[in-house]
């Protein structure tokens, strides 16, 4: 299988997740630098790195969005080729226009690095289907800007199109987010994009290993 990760500067997951994802699917994938103008052939999903692209000024997400490789990206999710964004990987496909919404500053306006307790609201997408709806799991987070905000209508939207995929768990919130959103995808289901990072907790050095359900789900998108 054919993934490839996207580096941006100031990206600092691109390592875990190239990692992680090469211990899941037993391909090591392709690193393609921001400034490319096109996939490697046969790339069949991409995903986005946590990190602090360009050191998260003017917005978070908001210059690696505008990258050369990113034209790339939206032109293929469009067409349905399965993409991940984790962390600063989802402020990016959201500031990108692949997912609806908004990532604010977490509403204590500290960064918070912790683990919290998710919950599977939707297995629709073939990244979650390895979980089943009102699994509950732990998982990390790292984040500055991760209190998702979107209006009334988008967030009526977002539950009547089943597009909602994890929350965290009640009292389990670390930043604020509406909905106690955590993750969502694109109404097609191919675009995730979720604050934790799963690639902490898919190793076997690591505490667990369910994260690596996320990847799993990956391949069978891809495939």
Same mark, same amino acid.
């Given at each position: 299988?054919?993934?490839?990760?996207?580096?941006? @500067?100031?990206?600092?997951? %691109?390592? %875990?997740?190239? +990692?992680?994802?090469?211990?899941?699917?037993?391909?090591?994938?392709?690193?393609?630098? &921001?400034? +490319?103008?096109?996939?490697?052939?046969?790339? !069949?999903?991409?995903?986005? @790195?946590?990190?602090?692209?360009?050191?998260?000024?003017?917005?978070?997400?908001?210059?690696?969005?505008?990258?050369?490789?990113?034209? +790339?990206?939206?032109?293929?999710?469009?067409?349905?080729? @399965?993409?991940?964004?984790?962390?600063?990987?989802?402020?990016?496909?959201? !500031?990108?226009?692949?997912?609806?919404?908004?990532?604010?500053? #977490?509403? #204590?306006?500290?960064?918070?690095?912790?683990?919290? =307790?998710?919950?599977?609201?939707?297995?629709? $997408?073939?990244?979650? +289907?390895?979980? =089943?709806?009102?699994?509950?799991?732990?998982? @990390?987070?790292?984040?500055? %800007?991760?209190?998702?905000?979107?209006?009334? =209508?988008?967030?009526?939207?977002?539950? =009547?199109? %089943?597009?909602?995929?994890?929350?965290?768990?009640?009292?389990?919130?670390? *930043?604020?987010?509406?909905? *106690?959103?955590?993750?969502?995808? *694109?109404?097609?289901? #191919?675009?995730?994009?979720?604050?934790? &990072?799963?690639?902490?907790? $898919?190793?076997? &050095?690591?505490?667990?290993?369910?994260?690596?359900?996320?990847?799993?789900?990956?391949?069978?998108?891809?495939?």
């Amino acid at each position: 299988m054919a993934l490839a990760v996207i580096q941006f @500067p100031g990206s600092n997951r %691109d390592s %875990d997740m190239v +990692e992680a994802l090469a211990h899941v699917t037993g391909t090591k994938p392709h690193l393609v630098w &921001h400034a +490319e103008t096109s996939l490697p052939a046969g790339i !069949e999903a991409v995903v986005l @790195p946590g990190g602090f692209s360009y050191g998260d000024y003017l917005r978070c997400g908001a210059i690696a969005a505008r990258a050369p490789v990113m034209t +790339e990206v939206a032109k293929r999710a469009q067409q349905g080729l @399965p993409v991940i964004g984790v962390c600063n990987g989802f402020q990016i496909l959201i !500031e990108a226009g692949l997912l609806p919404g908004a990532l604010m500053r #977490n509403a #204590n306006l500290r960064f918070v690095c912790k683990t919290v =307790d998710l919950e599977v609201q939707s297995n629709r $997408s073939r990244f979650l +289907e390895g979980f =089943d709806v009102g699994t509950r799991w732990a998982c @990390p987070v790292a984040h500055g %800007d991760g209190n998702y905000v979107c209006s009334a =209508d988008m967030l009526a939207r977002l539950q =009547d199109t %089943d597009s909602i995929a994890l929350t965290y768990a009640s009292g389990s919130n670390p *930043n604020g987010s509406v909905a *106690n959103i955590a993750g969502i995808t *694109n109404e097609a289901g #191919n675009v995730l994009g979720m604050m934790p &990072h799963p690639e902490n907790i $898919s190793l076997p &050095h690591q505490p667990t290993q369910v994260g690596a359900r996320i990847f799993e789900g990956l391949l069978h998108a891809a495939a």
